[in-house]
């Protein structure tokens, strides 16, 4: 990240610079017109930030060497599919942002998507640990020789979700009242409301 923020920063910081690779891409026939410039505070808008690099890297590459600012990164196999590998993350955890935003959303719908997203990380650790990539298109266009390193940032993430959503799911079972009535045990639900739970489950 820090390669792609500093690249991105020289070449849109200076007026000049960003005109010139303009017009590269212009000659280029790019389809990109230009790089989307990176502001620290939203970490999450750095998924579109880094993809349109990703797809740009060989017009990136190109403008460094023509400024004597090369980007030996750019000429690293291993550096190229980490960067493919943070340009399909970030876009997976901007689908699940998005999903936890807006309003008028019930907590169950906010806890199920947690949920999803970690059964999601779960099955990317155990196919990545075997060398299955078909959940990380643009890393599977790179081909990697090994993707077990990849597993293991799952696991982190896994991890940090675990903790960061502690909370919310010590709340699971009493949501599982709401949600899931015909599935949860009597005996485990508040006392006011066991009858009730015992009736609904009875009713054909």
């Not at 949860?184 to 639900?189: G, L, Q």
């Amino acid at each position: 990240m820090s390669t792609v923020v500093s690249t991105i920063n020289f070449i849109k910081s200076r007026g000049l610079n960003s005109r010139q690779f303009k017009e590269l891409l212009s000659e280029l026939e790019s389809e990109y017109g230009d790089l989307v410039y990176h502001w620290e505070i939203r970490w999450l808008s750095r998924g579109e930030m880094v993809a349109r690099f990703h797809k740009l890297r060989e017009e990136v590459k190109q403008f460094m060497d023509m400024k004597g600012k090369p980007v030996n990164e750019l000429s690293d196999g291993k550096w190229l599919c980490d960067l493919a590998f943070m340009v399909d993350i970030t876009k997976h955890l901007s689908e699940l942002n998005v999903k936890l935003q807006g309003p008028n959303q019930l907590v169950s719908a906010r806890v199920s998507n947690v949920k999803s997203f970690e059964a999601k990380l779960k099955l990317w650790q155990m196919q990545l640990v075997k060398g299955n990539s078909v959940h990380f298109p643009t890393l599977q266009e790179q081909k990697p020789a090994v993707t077990s390193e990849y597993a293991a940032e799952c696991a982190k993430l896994l991890h940090a979700f675990g903790e960061r959503f502690q909370d919310m799911k010590s709340k699971v079972k009493e949501l599982n009242i709401f949600t899931t009535p015909f599935n949860v045990e009597p005996a485990d639900v508040p006392d006011n409301l066991q009858h009730e739970i015992i009736e609904l489950q009875s009713n054909h």
